[in-house]
T-cell receptor, first 110, second 114 residues
Framework: EDQVTQSPEALRLQEGESSSLNCSYT??????LFWYRQDPGKGPEFLFT???AGEEKEKERLKATLTKKESFLHITAPKPEDSATYLC???????????FGSGTRLLVRP | SQTIHQWPATLVQPVGSPLSLECTVE??????LYWYRQAAGRGLQLLFY??????ISSEVPQNLSASRPQDRQFILSSKKLLLSDSGFYLC?????????????FGDGTRLSIL
């Protein structure tokens, strides 16, 4: 069965303390992996798409990487405004729909 | 650029009342459209998707239905709401169903059933 697992469920960082969020997936034939940011009471905001192992994408303090089994979202020198829930989702050959993980809630304290 | 609008942002309805949530997309044509429900602290559950006008596929048997009367309009409805219908409802669009294109979400409707 296709599955997406995110860890940790919650992460507290001090401002400037870099860290990584993990998204591991078990699917048949990855077609694309997506990262989203979701603020409370809002819809998910698209951040990155990764298509193949070894691919990397960057946006401001965020960098997403992809291997054959997992993806990491690296946050460098985070700021309080980076606090949000980060969602990972995949498209696979075996499923016509986007499969979401349950997210990582990130809190960055000043 | 493309934008997606959902309304209302919040809604409080009594049990047994009807429901109509609307979603429209601007700046693109022939989008694929989706309705999701998100439970607190959990992932997104796909409810309905549509690849064209009048074409609706249901993911989960439930008290809800969806319609697509126009290319860029997607409506979520119910004839009689249940307590279990409470939740955060999200509409999304993508440029190609089943392909590897990202989905883009509206800001959602918080539905509370009393």
């Amino acid at each position: 069965e296709d599955q997406v697992t995110q860890s940790p469920e919650a992460l507290r960082l001090q401002e400037g303390e870099s860290s990584s969020l993990n998204c591991s997936y078990t699917v048949s034939g990855l077609r694309g992996l997506f990262w989203y940011r979701q603020d409370p009471g809002k819809g998910p905001e698209f951040l990155f798409t990764l298509y193949s192992a070894g691919e990397e994408k960057e946006k401001e303090r965020l960098k997403a990487t992809l291997t054959k089994k997992e993806s990491f979202l690296h946050i460098t020198a985070p700021k309080p405004e980076d606090s949000a829930t980060y969602l990972c989702a995949v498209y696979a050959d075996s499923s016509y729909k986007l499969i979401f993980g349950s997210g990582t809630r990130l809190l960055v304290r000043p | 650029s493309q934008t997606i609008h959902q309304w209302p942002a919040t809604l409080v309805q009594p049990v047994g009342s009807p429901l109509s949530l609307e979603c429209t997309v601007e700046g693109t044509s022939n989008p694929n459209l989706y309705w999701y429900r998100q439970a607190a602290g959990r992932g997104l559950q796909l409810l309905f998707y549509s690849v064209g006008i009048g074409q609706i596929s249901s993911e989960v048997p439930q008290n809800l239905s969806a319609s697509r009367p126009q290319d860029r309009q997607f409506i979520l409805s119910s004839k009689k709401l249940l307590l279990s219908d409470s939740g955060f409802y999200l509409c999304a669009w993508s440029s190609g169903y089943g392909s590897n294109q990202p989905q883009h979400f509206g800001d959602g409707t918080r539905l509370s059933i009393l």
